[in-house]
T-cell receptor, first 110, second 113 residues
Framework: QKEVEQNSGPLSVPEGAIASLNCTYSDRGSQSFFWYRQYSGKSPELIMSIYSNGDKEDGRFTAQLNKASQYVSLLIRDSQPSDSATYLCADHLGAQKLVFGQGTRLTINP | NAGVTQTPKFQVLKTGQSMTLQCAQDMNHNSMYWYRQDPGMGLRLIYYSASEGTTDKGEVPNGYNVSRLNKREFSLRLESAAPSQTSVYFC????????????FGEGSWLTVV
């Protein structure tokens, strides 16, 4: 079992709707999680980090962490065509090891 | 403000050839990483260096070697390239772990024929 699992998509969402991206992880001891966005042909860029159970909001983005169920999610409100990208979930497993899921490709349709 | 710089950006190798990917960061970070990215596989950690003078294996270290030359530079060497090593390689750096952000270079596209 991969340490971090994501649905590879593609996920299609109409412009203005909420995009919901999900990620599950296998290590119950994991403490910190990251969401990265990656445009085609570019390097990943950090969107949000989350360490505590519950929600963390930053502009149109909300990260949610549920340690009991071992999942992390990212909600994008008022989706824009510029949000079309691959979204990578990452689990920091300690000792400087950041482990990524396979990524979910998101397409926002105008 | 360069951040993380990788060279070369593109490279074509023949099977069995060797090459070194160079990486340098100007953010005075302690930790540096090499990842590879294949379609549908996300980013997989090859090697990392938590601090100058130390290196450790990641998820997929076979066929690679690394050198942490100094605090700024972390190189990745393919001794005998194989077609399975065709991939996009990303170097990254971060401050010593406290949940800090990892910053990525622009990537190196490597094709082994």
């Amino acid at each position: 079992q991969k340490e971090v699992e994501q649905n590879s998509g593609p996920l299609s969402v109409p412009e203005g709707a909420i995009a919901s991206l999900n990620c599950t992880y296998s290590d119950r001891g994991s403490q910190s999680f990251f969401w990265y966005r990656q445009y085609s042909g570019k390097s990943p860029e950090l969107i949000m980090s989350i360490y505590s159970n519950g929600d963390k909001e930053d502009g149109r983005f909300t990260a949610q962490l549920n340690k009991a169920s071992q999942y992390v999610s990212l909600l994008i409100r008022d989706s824009q065509p510029s949000d079309s990208a691959t979204y990578l979930c990452a689990d920091h497993l300690g000792a400087q090891k950041l482990v990524f899921g396979q990524g979910t490709r998101l397409t926002i349709n105008p | 403000n360069a951040g993380v710089t990788q060279t070369p950006k593109f490279q074509v190798l023949k099977t069995g050839q060797s090459m070194t990917l160079q990486c340098a960061q100007d953010m005075n970070h302690n930790s540096m990483y090499w990842y590879r990215q294949d379609p549908g596989m996300g980013l997989r950690l090859i090697y990392y260096s938590a601090s100058e003078g130390t290196t450790d294996k990641g998820e997929v270290p076979n066929g690679y070697n690394v050198s942490r030359l100094n605090k700024r530079e972390f190189s990745l060497r393919l001794e005998s390239a194989a077609p399975s090593q065709t991939s996009v390689y990303f170097c990254a750096s971060s401050e010593l772990w406290s949940g800090n952000t990892i910053y990525f270079g622009e990537g190196s596209w490597l094709t082994v024929v």
